[in-house]
């Protein structure tokens, strides 16, 4: 467990995903006592950065181009054992959770910014929940993620044109007042849309509809 009580906590990310990253930059700094100190494309970035040593807590995704998370994470417990390190992939890699499972103070999870906030709260700034027992989980529900990722991207695959501009038009933060005047549509029917695109996504709101444009890509949609 991480704590650090009486100051800010500072973050180190490596993420080669700049539209996900800017997401993970936001959740983070939506907390006063939280800063980003490094904000790298991928883990050559981060390692070229560790002298000097400013972070708390890196944040890292597994996979990524010129030099992997998991080769980032070893380089760094070879001068560092205690910094908590949080990585992920958007699904669960058995080989890489028992490789991740010898390196100490390392918390592996699924690609998901409200499962990465959660274990940054609960795990490793507290100890509110038990990181072993949603190990345990993650990987009993390997085939269930899988047939659930499955059904999404087959709902994805129905969206149409319009749908998939209301979702870029939601994660880019207009109203659905403005989003109806863009793409001449009256307000109620944008509503409409919006609840109807979150149920048929399995989403509960609209920030859930910005979210899911920047985890499936649908920002970098030429629609």
């Known amino acids: 467990m991480y704590s650090n009580s009486t100051k800010a906590t500072r973050f180190s990310i490596a993420e080669n995903d700049f539209y996900f990253k800017q997401f993970l930059v936001k959740m983070l ?12 494309n991928n883990g050559n970035e981060l390692i070229n950065r560790l002298y000097r040593k400013q972070e708390d807590i890196f944040i890292i995704n597994l ?35 028992a490789t991740i499972s010898d390196i100490p103070n390392t918390f592996y999870c699924q690609k998901n910014s409200i499962i990465i906030k959660d274990i940054l709260r609960n795990c490793i700034l507290s100890k509110n929940s038990d990181y072993e027992e949603y190990k345990k989980e993650w990987a009993s529900q390997e085939d269930v993620v899988k047939n659930y990722m499955d059904r999404q991207k087959k709902q994805q695959e129905e969206l149409n044109v319009t749908e998939i501009q209301i979702i870029k038009l939601c994660y880019e933060g207009f109203s659905n007042k403005e989003i109806g005047d863009r793409i001449n549509l009256s307000t109620r029917t944008i509503d409409t849309y ?7 996504l399995g989403l509960k709101s609209k920030l859930d509809l910005a979210r899911f444009c920047v985890e499936n890509g649908y920002y970098n949609s030429s629609i």
């Open 29 to 40: 700094l939506e907390n006063p006592l939280f800063s980003i100190v490094n904000d790298c």
């Open 63 to 97: 996979f990524m181009p010129i030099l992997s998370g998991i080769e980032a994470i070893k380089y760094i417990r070879q001068s560092n054992k205690d910094i908590p390190i949080l990585t992920y992939s958007t699904t669960y890699q058995e080989d890489m959770a």
């Open 194 to 200: 919006v609840n109807r695109l979150t149920e048929k």
